[in-house]
Nanobody, 123 residues
Framework: QVQLVESGGGLVQPGGSLRLSCAAS????????MGWYRQAPGKQRELVAA???????NYADSVKGRFTISRDNAKNTVYLQMNSLKVEDTAVYYC?????????????????WGQGTQVTVSS
């Protein structure tokens, strides 16, 4: 099993900044893609940003230039630096980790989700 622990959410005023962290632990052979998703009330969950094991990144158009995703492979941790936050960024943010672990059938790929952390942008 793999556990993901998120932290860093909270209440911030428009224009402010927050940094989210998501640490993976457990029976991990390797971590592949890591990403952040968000879900606002009444809306579908959407991809915010993702980073591959090689460091390639992609972002939702709505956050380009404001958010930065990064990872520390030694700590199995992914970060999301959020600057110039807007009211419309308010949502529950979830990390998602694609990883490989050893099973009775050999190495297999899995995807795990964090528990979610609330980000509220309000004056």
């Amino acid at each position: 099993q793999v556990q993901l622990v998120e932290s860093g959410g909270g209440l911030v005023q428009p224009g402010g900044s927050l940094r989210l962290s998501c640490a993976a632990s457990g029976s991990i052979f390797s971590i592949n893609r890591m990403g952040w998703y968000r879900q606002a009330p009444g809306k579908q969950r959407e991809l915010v940003a993702a980073i591959t094991s090689g460091g390639s990144t992609n972002y939702a158009d709505s956050v380009k230039g404001r958010f930065t995703i990064s990872r520390d492979n030694a700590k199995n941790t992914v970060y999301l630096q959020m600057n110039s936050l807007k009211v419309e960024d308010t949502a529950v943010y979830y990390c998602n980790v694609d990883h490989t672990r050893a099973t009775m059938r050999g190495l297999q790929n899995f995807a795990s989700w964090g528990q979610g952390t609330q980000v509220t942008v309000s004056s």
